[in-house]
């Protein structure tokens, strides 16, 4: 993998049962500053992919070559834990002195337009949107070449989700983006390369 890959996917063949293949021989290779989107009917393996690219699932044949990975889902609400504050999950998956971090949190806080108190909040007291930015601010601090992101807006209002939208795309500067959507008039806008999981 070349210094600019971000991702390469080389004969890919995967099922859950050997005998009806969601992938076969796939190919793929994402460089940073590139956004792909991944688009097709339920089933047709959207997030099976994502869960290859983890590692959480183990190819029946080819390579998948990636490099530091975080995720933004669709339900930001799902991706806290209910229990614990804002602040106390970045400290979890950013493993940066709190000095650092938080030096690097007033740039990005800025970025996200979130205020620094929202970070002492718990998931349920923020809305959606503000809790989806954060969940942006999270995968963003981990500094990902890899950016995987998963309907990261069906959960939001219209005027909200374009706002998050922008505020994905303008992390190409640093990283590659792989998007998973359902929505083809998305997928027009903002990739470089759309797959349609029901044409391969």
Known sequence: MSKKEALTIDNLTFGYDKEKLIYKDFNLILNRGELVSIVGSSGSGKSTLFELI???LTPLKGKINVGRISSIYQDPYNSFHPSFTILEQLKDVVHKDLKVLKEELK?????LSLDIKLLDKKPHELSGGQLQRCSILRALLMQPELLLVDEPTSALDNIIAVEVMKLIIEQLNNCAILLITHDMTLAKWCSDKIINLNEI
């Open 54 to 56: 983890c590692k959480n």
């Open 107 to 111: 740039k990005r806080l800025d970025q």
